[in-house]
């Protein structure tokens, strides 16, 4: 009776920080889906209940091992699904912030799966403060670097033109 009384506190431990990795996940999500981002909120949402669950099998699936191990290949793991975000021409690059809302999804999973419900709601609160509130800021500073640059369009990307040669190159 005693080891169901156990394996019950163990699911219910598990239940409620998959739960607030979700719920945590979903609002990160909803702000990328909100700005249109390719990374949207069933991705982060993904990626933070993935995190979670992997601490937790780290925590509760192997007795008398390391569990900083899997959370290492977590971390490693979510580089390279960050890396897949990254979208690089000539001079532009894209997704680099939707990279680091991956990493950071992972981040409050990994601190739900550990118990640390007040470092992941930190956690929140400071991404959607620098992905949501700080916007417009970023937006006032682009333009004035712009406006610095003589590019006095606002526009965020600077084009080259591209001149078409019609005729042929001769052999030389």
Request: glycine letters at 12%; proline letters at 1%; hydrophobic letters at 50%.
């Amino acid at each position: 009776m005693e080891a169901f009384t156990t394996d019950l506190h163990i699911a219910q431990i598990l239940i409620i920080r998959v739960l607030v990795s979700l719920i945590l996940g979903v609002i990160i999500g909803i702000e990328r889906g909100i700005s249109h981002k390719a990374v949207g909120f069933r991705t982060i949402s993904l990626v933070c209940v993935s995190s979670t669950g992997f601490t937790l099998i780290s925590i509760y699936g192997f007795e008398g091992v390391d569990t900083s191990r899997i959370a290492a290949q977590v971390v490693s793991g979510i580089g390279f699904l960050g890396a897949g975000a990254i979208l690089h021409k000539g001079y532009i690059t894209k997704g680099l912030t939707t990279a680091a809302a991956l990493w950071i999804a992972s981040a409050i999973g990994m601190a739900c799966g550990t118990g640390m419900f007040v470092l992941a709601l930190i956690l929140t609160l400071m991404t959607l403060i620098l992905l949501w509130v700080l916007k417009p800021f970023k937006i006032h500073l682009d333009r004035m670097i712009d406006n610095e640059s003589g590019n006095g369009n606002g526009s965020k990307v600077r084009k080259k033109k591209i001149i078409e040669r019609t005729e042929p190159l001769e052999d030389m």
